[in-house]
């Protein structure tokens, strides 16, 4: 209890975040050997003097608590020894050399489940931990004060520039957002890399929103010189334009700039190796008794001259002076070049111990047994990314080491797919200084966009670097699909489609044609699992609408004429399920499971029960798509879970016998948390998922996400896509999702014998 009153006091004044989140800190630094809690408190708090003081007194504190102040003063007596004690430490340090790469684990028996690990803890699951609270709340927040003043640009705030108190939505959202600074700085600190300095756009605090590099080098969506005391400011298009562009050249220097800082600042040898540790230590001593030579050679050259030369000032010679110089700079503490080197040498040995020790305590706390070792391997090795980890681990281990922290090597835990908030859906906004895990954070959208082009740019085989298309791109290569829209083929014609039931429309509207079909998976077997999943979130049953553009600003929406979206998906669903049984005789059904904010299981559907069933969906929420995909897992498994196993923190895990699940998910625009989910898939190699987008005719915003989908299928061959827009071809539609979701050619003969009703029908 002392501790923690003690504790709270001084940690307040270095951290400024609420006490409840303190005191989890201090507990779990409490738990922790001397070394793991100091190195802990250093990656909190960072290398300031006075956080230094806090780690020492805060050991000496537990350790001893009635001498603390004795304690201290020691410690601050020892820290003035010099350099000799610690190249001394730096010589008696003793390493055991893993080859670069995490040890391989062999087989190890398989049993259905495992028993929960010990919690574990780091800077940045306590940091994230604090920010999980509000992030979903602040995110709801802006889209309402958005919409409320009719700004539909995501990435726009709104403003509102007043000389008075004023109460508006706008103000009211600045000052919750100002209040979340402590949670900024905590955040800050947990994922900053070395040199790196934290920034906010807080204009109330003056000191880091001057350093703001955003400030002075992109100006304004609104514009200059727009004041509106009595109202919001409107974003102006061509300053938005300019905005837009100022600010893709920006992030491109500062990640430039964050990665060329971030790789100089590495480990210059290699940290697993306890031979090139000592070979640097030797060549220091070797290189300083060589000087020590060349000294005493100039020495008795100066010697020889002297009996030449005639003496001076009563036989003194110049030799035998010493140098006033080198007296001053030794009174004032300046040290030699040999001072230096020895010093940085030891510097640096100090600090590959450092980081080789907090690497070997992270893997040991994360990876905690020899099946959740097993698990790990296995799932870098389905990624493609075993080379690309061990040669981080050697050659670039303090970026390692963060991006370990923050789960970047392992699967996705259970636990994420269901909460509101979580790590992979954390915004990043580098005009407001929320950052990213990698030193390349600028221009993401969240936090799982980040780790998902990380982890596309670190597979083995990747030719180049897969950069994230920036926003004006993406608009563009969203127009230049719009633009190759084509006429569907006249053979699909079919007059019970819904935009003709409906009336909507006499003719389809003009398709983009999909990539013409490639088996890359093994056509479906008779074991394998057929789900749908069906999104059904609030915009399943809006009035279809496009957004008006003026450059790359919205300015309003357009009414649509074609079928609402949840129609025409249960026109698809129907089709797509009677082909289905009559391929492989499954005549009673297929189970269907609909997800929102939340997943729900409808229950095996088929031609017969599709109407009652459809009774039973509720429309409405956001689209959470891990939601959904979580529930489909689990049924999957519990269909076959003796083929399977059970991990506490990752879930199921398919073993050698399970069959595949074949997954038909359909869509009506992007999911809050669709990276998540294709990172997910990346690491699975017994599911097969085929998406099925629904757009609004001549909305860029939908061939955004198809040309996002496009990406990944290149990618990861387990996902393939078919989208349609406005009053669309459902026989066509059928028939590529057909392809795609059997895993072979269906010929058009093939495909009407398939679309027969089935053998059960009236």
Not at 448 to 455: G, I
Request: aromatic share 8%; net charge negative; proline share 6%.
């Amino acid at each position: 209890m002392a501790l923690q009153q003690w504790a709270m006091s001084r940690l307040s004044k270095l951290l400024p975040i609420d006490e409840e989140s303190l005191e989890q800190i201090i507990t779990h630094t409490n738990s922790l050997p001397d070394q793991e809690a100091a190195t802990h408190l250093k990656s909190l708090l960072g290398d300031t003097p006075e956080a230094a003081d806090f780690i020492n007194d805060f050991n000496n504190f537990r350790s001893k608590p009635s001498d603390v102040s004795k304690q201290v003063s020691d410690n601050k007596r020892a820290s003035r020894n010099g350099d000799t004690q610690q190249m001394d430490q730096g010589k008696d340090q003793k390493f055991a050399p893993p080859a670069g790469a995490p040890p391989s684990y062999s087989s190890v028996p398989r049993p259905k489940s495992t028993a929960p690990p010990r919690p574990h803890n780091n800077p940045v699951i306590e940091a994230a931990h604090v920010r999980a609270r509000d992030e979903q709340q602040m995110q709801n927040l802006l889209q309402n004060v958005q919409m409320q003043n009719g700004i539909y640009n995501s990435e726009i705030e709104p403003e509102h520039d007043t000389d008075y108190y004023c109460g508006c939505s706008i103000h009211n959202y600045q000052r919750v957002k100002f209040a979340r600074l402590g949670v900024q700085t905590m955040w800050s600190k947990a994922v900053m890399y070395p040199g790196e300095k934290a920034y906010h756009n807080n204009y109330k605090m003056s000191f880091s929103y001057v350093s703001n590099p955003y400030r002075f080098q992109t100006i304004s969506p609104y514009g200059y010189w727009q004041t509106n005391s009595w109202g919001p400011s409107r974003p102006r298009p061509d300053a938005h334009a300019r905005w837009i562009h100022q600010t893709i050249a920006l992030n491109a220097s500062l990640n430039q700039n964050a990665q060329t800082s971030i790789d100089s600042k590495e480990p210059k040898v290699n940290i697993w190796e306890e031979g090139e540790l000592e070979s640097m230590m030797s060549k220091t001593t070797i290189n300083g008794s060589g000087d020590h030579k060349k000294s005493n050679e100039k020495a008795t050259l100066e010697k020889r001259r002297s009996t030449v030369e005639p003496a001076t000032n009563g036989g003194e010679t110049n030799a035998d002076k010493p140098s006033r110089f080198s007296s001053f700079r030794k009174s004032i503490g300046i040290k030699s070049s040999d001072e230096r080197q020895l010093s940085r040498a030891t510097k640096q040995v100090t600090q590959a111990s450092d980081i080789r020790n907090a690497i070997l305590a992270e893997e040991q706390g994360r990876w905690q047994d020899d099946l959740t070792r097993e698990l790990v391997t296995n799932y870098q090795a389905k990624v493609g990314m075993t080379n690309k980890i061990a040669d981080l681990r050697k050659r670039h281990a303090i970026q390692y080491l963060h991006l370990l922290r923050a789960g970047y090597f392992e699967p996705i835990p259970v636990a994420w797919a269901g909460s509101a908030s979580n790590p992979l859906k954390f915004s990043i906004e580098a005009e407001a200084g929320w950052r990213g895990i990698t030193p390349t954070w600028r221009g993401y959208e969240d936090t799982a966009e980040e780790r998902l082009y990380w982890v596309l740019n670190h597979r083995e085989g990747t030719s180049g670097t897969r950069l994230k298309p920036d926003f004006i791109s993406a608009m563009n290569m969203a127009r230049a699909r719009m633009a190759s829209a084509v006429e569907p083929p006249p053979e699909y014609f079919a007059a019970d489609d819904t935009c003709h039931t409906q009336h909507t429309s006499s003719a389809y509207s003009k398709q983009v044609m999909p990539t013409p079909f490639r088996a890359y998976d093994r056509p479906e077997l008779p074991t394998d699992d057929t789900m749908i999943l069906l999104d059904v979130s609030g915009s399943m049953d809006f009035d279809p609408l496009r957004p008006n553009y003026n450059q790359y600003l919205i300015t309003g929406y357009t009414r649509s004429t074609q079928p609402k979206n949840k129609d025409v998906a249960k026109a698809v669903i129907r089709r797509f399920a009677d082909a289905m049984a009559n391929h492989d005789h499954a005549f009673s059904g297929y189970d269907l499971t609909t997800f929102s904010s939340e997943a729900q299981y409808i229950g095996t559907i088929n031609h017969r029960n599709l109407n009652s069933k459809w009774r039973n969906i509720r429309l409405g929420g956001g689209t959470r798509v891990m939601t959904g995909w979580q529930k489909v897992k689990d049924l999957h498994f519990q269909k076959h879970s003796e083929s399977a196993t059970h991990h506490p923190i990752y879930g199921w895990q398919a073993g050698p016998e399970t069959p595949m699940l074949r997954l038909l998910l359909l869509l009506d625009g992007e999911a809050t948390d669709m990276d998540e989910f294709e990172l997910d898939l990346l690491g699975l190699s017994w599911a097969h998922v085929t998406i099925f987008l629904i757009g609004v005719d001549g909305c860029p915003h939908h061939h955004r996400h198809a040309n996002e989908l496009q990406r990944i299928s290149d990618v990861n061959h387990h996902v393939s896509f078919v989208d349609a827009q406005g009053n669309a071809p459902e026989r066509f539609v059928t028939h590529e999702l057909l392809k795609r979701h059997l895993g072979y050619e269906i010929s058009f003969s093939e495909f009407e014998h398939m679309e027969e009703l089935p053998p059960y029908s009236e």
